[in-house]
């Protein structure tokens, strides 16, 4: 531990010297070339812009928007089959697809889901921990303010951030809608 740590602090050291060392001056290399620091630390910069060759990591985001409410007669979309064990959570006998859609997006960046005129859901995937194949999620719940002369259109009223596991799924309880809820279920899958 001691010793991967004193590595690391010589090759921040080297790091910090080489600019100002005289590999910063022009030198004559053995083709008789001239070199420079910049020659040197090729590599990094060769990183630099495979990064933006191929892009940053993203996550794939599968959601679907549902209609939650009761009523006398059960019903389930077909379209929903598949997520009923996720949906069985919550006091609802009856479920409708309003919206499906797939997303690629990258970290740190946000992603809004219209509700309807009034709530929006924005989606914002912060990290993921190799470790634990885990994915960091916030979901802040918006609502829209009554004059739209403010500057900010939409107001917070409640965030959340959870950790779903890679190619995991999450049912969220969304605001009221009709005379159910709106719910959100998301499929998030980690993109190297």
Same mark, same amino acid.
Not at 17 to 26: E, G, T
């Given at each position: 531990?001691?010793?991967? +740590?004193?590595?690391?602090?010589?090759?921040?050291?080297?790091a910090l010297?080489? /600019?100002?060392?005289?590999?910063?001056?022009?030198q004559r290399?053995?083709?008789?070339?001239?070199?420079?620091? *910049?020659?040197? !630390?090729?590599?990094?910069?060769?990183?630099?812009?495979?990064?933006?060759?191929?892009?940053?990591?993203?996550? =794939?985001?599968?959601?679907?928007?549902? %209609?939650?409410?009761?009523?006398?007669?059960?019903?389930?979309?077909?379209?929903l089959r598949?997520?009923? /064990?996720?949906?069985? !959570? %919550?006091?609802?006998?009856?479920?409708?697809? !309003?919206?499906?859609?797939?997303? #690629? &997006?990258?970290?740190?960046?946000?992603?809004?889901?219209?509700?309807?005129?009034?709530?929006?859901?924005?989606?914002? /995937?912060?990290? *993921?921990?190799?470790?634990? =194949?885990?994915?960091? &999620?916030?979901?802040?719940? !918006?609502?829209?303010?009554?004059?739209?002369? #403010?500057?900010?259109?939409?107001?917070?009223?409640?965030?959340? @951030? *959870?950790?779903?596991?890679?190619?995991?799924?999450?049912?969220?309880?969304?605001?009221?809608?009709?005379?159910? +809820?709106?719910? @959100? &279920?998301?499929?998030?899958?980690?993109?190297?």
């Open positions: 531990m001691k010793k991967s +740590r004193f590595l690391s602090m010589v090759a921040l050291f080297a010297l080489i /600019p100002f060392s005289s590999y910063a001056k022009p290399t053995q083709q008789g070339t001239l070199t420079s620091w *910049f020659t040197l !630390l090729q590599p990094m910069f060769a990183q630099i812009r495979l990064v933006q060759q191929f892009g940053q990591p993203t996550v =794939s985001m599968r959601i679907k928007l549902v %209609y939650a409410y009761t009523s006398e007669k059960k019903y389930v979309d077909p379209a598949k997520d009923i /064990p996720s949906l069985g !959570l %919550y006091d609802f006998n009856s479920y409708k697809l !309003l919206k499906k859609s797939t997303h #690629q &997006i990258e970290y740190k960046r946000n992603l809004q889901v219209k509700v309807n005129d009034r709530y929006t859901i924005e989606l914002s /995937p912060q990290a *993921f921990n190799k470790r634990q =194949s885990k994915i960091a &999620i916030r979901a802040t719940f !918006l609502r829209r303010r009554p004059t739209t002369r #403010q500057k900010n259109r939409y107001v917070s009223y409640a965030t959340t @951030l *959870f950790r779903l596991q890679n190619g995991g799924k999450v049912a969220l309880m969304g605001p009221f809608h009709k005379e159910g +809820r709106a719910m @959100l &279920i998301l499929h998030a899958a980690h993109q190297p």
